[in-house]
């Protein structure tokens, strides 16, 4: 069973799009608003039905409910508001995530978790620290809604085909993300040959700013992150071994231990199964070097 941990739009996107690619014929939405997750799940089943797919989807009030889940998406907490940075939520929704995984521990002690709530890199160190879980057990979404803002932009700069764009964003999911055009390519050809540098820093700043700009018009991001929540779920469920950039605890990799920040890893069944090394250059390790202070610094503001 798939658990997903607050109903909102977000949440409600990632039960519709695992549940469209069949990732578990039960997924469960679980929120402390009475009604809003059985009726979330009704509309989706709703659609289901009409599509003809298996799925059930199920809404609760009840943490027990998450009984035997295999993982447990965390989407619990305030988003955004236009105007805000992610840091801006700190300190609300780090008592929000503390208090659900809690709630994982108690009721689905064997699951992975997939902590989305924003600032997601210090929320995943937290869902770390106070699950006690293996680390591979516990990784964040974040580098892979990035990146697929990344890739948009490529498209759009290149006009090549979405399908055949690979891109890569690591670091904090936040002000000092970095989107990598050396590791990135078009069918194959490095984004780096086909590109001035002038146009890449563009697509670099773009990919950084565009979150806040899709708040500004819209008041929140809904299904790209809905989307991307799935897209890591799939790699789960079905050990597709993908190399996904997600939010995980550092012990040594990139010369840093006792963080939690966006690294390239491999996903499969175990979850985490290795967290992949690039060696990065001058400029690269200086925006990296800083996403890892930025995380270090919120979460030594937190008390675990």
Do not use: C
């Not at 964040?140 to 498209?155: K, T, V």
């Amino acid at each position: 069973m798939i658990t997903i941990i607050g109903s909102g739009k977000v949440g409600g996107d990632a039960a519709l799009f695992s549940a469209l690619k069949k990732l578990d014929e039960q997924i469960l939405l679980l929120d402390v608003a009475e009604g809003l997750p059985q009726g979330e799940a009704m509309d989706i089943n709703h659609m289901l039905s009409e599509q003809g797919i298996d799925v059930e989807v199920r809404g609760s009030n009840n943490f027990a409910d998450m009984k035997g889940s295999d993982i447990v998406v965390v989407v619990a907490g305030s988003g955004r508001k236009p105007g805000m940075t992610r840091m801006d939520l700190l300190k609300i929704n780090a008592t929000i995530v503390k208090s659900v995984v809690e709630n994982i521990k108690k009721y689905a002690a064997d699951s992975l978790i997939v902590p989305v709530t924003n600032p997601l890199d210090p929320m995943a160190y937290i869902t770390y620290k106070v699950s006690g879980f293996d680390k591979s057990r516990v990784f964040g979404m974040g580098g892979m809604l990035d990146l697929s803002r990344f890739r948009q932009f490529i498209h759009e700069a290149t006009g090549h085909s979405r399908d055949s764009i690979r891109a890569l964003v690591i670091g904090e999911h936040g002000e000092n993300m970095l989107p990598l055009p050396r590791f990135s390519s078009v069918s194959g050809i490095p984004l780096t040959s086909l590109l001035s540098q002038d146009k890449l820093d563009e697509l670099v700043n773009n990919t950084k700013q565009v979150a806040a700009k899709v708040i500004e018009l819209k008041g929140a991001t809904v299904h790209a992150p809905g989307n991307a929540i799935s897209a890591i779920i799939e790699s789960v469920v079905r050990d597709r071994k993908q190399v996904i950039p997600v939010a995980t605890y550092l012990d040594g990799e990139y010369g840093y231990s006792d963080v939690t920040v966006g690294v390239p890893a491999i996903i499969g069944k175990n979850g985490v199964e290795k967290i992949i090394e690039l060696e990065l250059n001058e400029q690269e390790k200086k925006v990296f070097d800083s996403a890892v202070q930025s995380v270090k610094t919120a979460i030594s503001g937190i008390e675990i």
